[in-house]
């Protein structure tokens, strides 16, 4: 088995269960905007793009509705206001990190929840463990997940190349951003999608638990 001295992780659905915020500020979103809310279970299947296309999922018509850009700033502006009103880290996922570190491995996370939150919620949660977080930054030109540039970004910031390091994530997003950057993928199976959806979508490697995840470090 080969074993990673570098983790780049996924936030949402792999370290953080943030479902029912993000669930929350849609049908805030949406219901000051008179349009018809979703489940949480909706929401679930509309995450995994960024926020932006959470959003035109959870929009009827999408982008063309003539009410997007509304709904869409003011579930930006909610959820960074209320981000942390459930999300809590995965059970055993504090002491992974923990461990890693003890280890001697670098980690990172990666994500395409826009820039501000995903530093927040780093901070917040994993400041002692996480040392570099990067979001959808289009801003710099940084072009978000499938595309490999967060994963560049994070391992540049790290100061290490891609030998060694290993993508986590719940998504079939995470399985083609790890392809895209050339990098070994390790599904989790505590997050958003389930093993055969994963599996459906090129997922060869899992883990069960948090636990599980060790084996894979030096």
Not at 2 to 27: E, H, M, P, Q, W
Not at 182 to 204: E, K, M, N, Y
Request: a negative charge; aromatic letters at 10%; glycine letters at 8%.
């Amino acid at each position: 088995m080969k074993r990673y001295s570098t983790f780049i992780f996924d936030l949402d659905g792999t370290l953080l269960d943030t479902l029912a915020d993000l669930a929350a500020s849609v049908n805030y979103a949406l219901g000051s905007c008179g349009l018809p809310q979703h489940t949480t279970d909706d929401v679930r299947r509309f995450v995994g793009n960024g926020v932006r296309v959470l959003m035109e999922r959870a929009v009827p018509q999408g982008a063309q509705n003539p009410l997007f850009d509304t709904a869409f700033a003011t579930f930006r502006q909610h959820y960074l206001e209320h981000s942390l009103d459930t999300t809590r880290p995965y059970d055993g996922i504090p002491q992974l990190l923990a461990e890693l570190r003890q280890r001697g491995c670098r980690l990172a996370v990666v994500s395409n929840k826009f820039y501000a939150a995903t530093q927040e919620l780093c901070r917040h949660f994993f400041a002692d463990t996480i040392s570099v977080a990067i979001g959808e930054h289009e801003a710099e030109g940084i072009r978000k997940k499938p595309a490999p540039d967060t994963v560049v970004e994070a391992l540049r910031q790290l100061g290490v190349g891609s030998e060694g390091a290993v993508y986590v994530g719940d998504s079939d997003v995470d399985v083609l951003t790890a392809r895209n950057s050339g990098l070994p993928c390790i599904s989790v199976l505590w997050g958003f999608r389930s093993r055969d959806f994963l599996i459906q979508h090129g997922a060869t490697t899992f883990a069960l638990t948090p636990q599980d995840i060790l084996q894979y470090s030096i």
